[in-house]
């Protein structure tokens, strides 16, 4: 069982950054995705961003141009680099990784615990 530990989070006024980290406890074998969903009170988690093992990104179009994702496969960790910060990004980030192998035939879902994200004057 793959254990993400989330970091990075905390309060930040809006327009500033905040860099999010989630390293995995182990290699992620086989054709995945590594990404970041956040969920704020009273509404449904949402994607904020993933990113395939070819490399392969993809935004909500809420952080498009915000946000990038990128990842080190040598440190197990996807990072979540958040510019010019809104309110309304104020969330709990959670951090994904989801895939599949061949040999041996396997699919895996893994979540983080999920770290907070207040924007706020």
């Known amino acids: 069982q793959v254990q993400l530990v989330e970091s990075g989070g905390g309060l930040v006024q809006p327009g500033g950054s905040l860099r999010l980290s989630c390293a995995a406890s182990?290699?992620?074998?086989?054709?995945?995705?590594m990404g970041w969903y956040r969920q704020a009170p009273g509404k449904e988690r949402e994607l904020v961003a993933t990113?395939?093992?070819?490399?392969?990104?993809n935004y909500a179009d809420s952080v498009k141009g915000r946000f990038t994702i990128s990842r080190d496969n040598a440190k197990n960790t996807v990072y979540l680099q958040m510019n010019r910060l809104k309110p309304e990004d104020t969330a709990v980030y959670y951090c994904?990784?989801?895939?599949?192998?061949?040999?041996?035939?396997?699919?895996?879902?893994?979540w983080g615990q999920g770290t907070q994200v207040t924007v706020s004057s």
């Open positions: 990113i395939t093992s070819a490399g392969s990104s």
């Open positions: 182990e290699v992620i074998f086989g054709i995945n995705t």
């Open positions: 994904n990784v989801n895939g599949r192998t061949v040999v041996p035939r396997r699919s895996y879902d893994y």
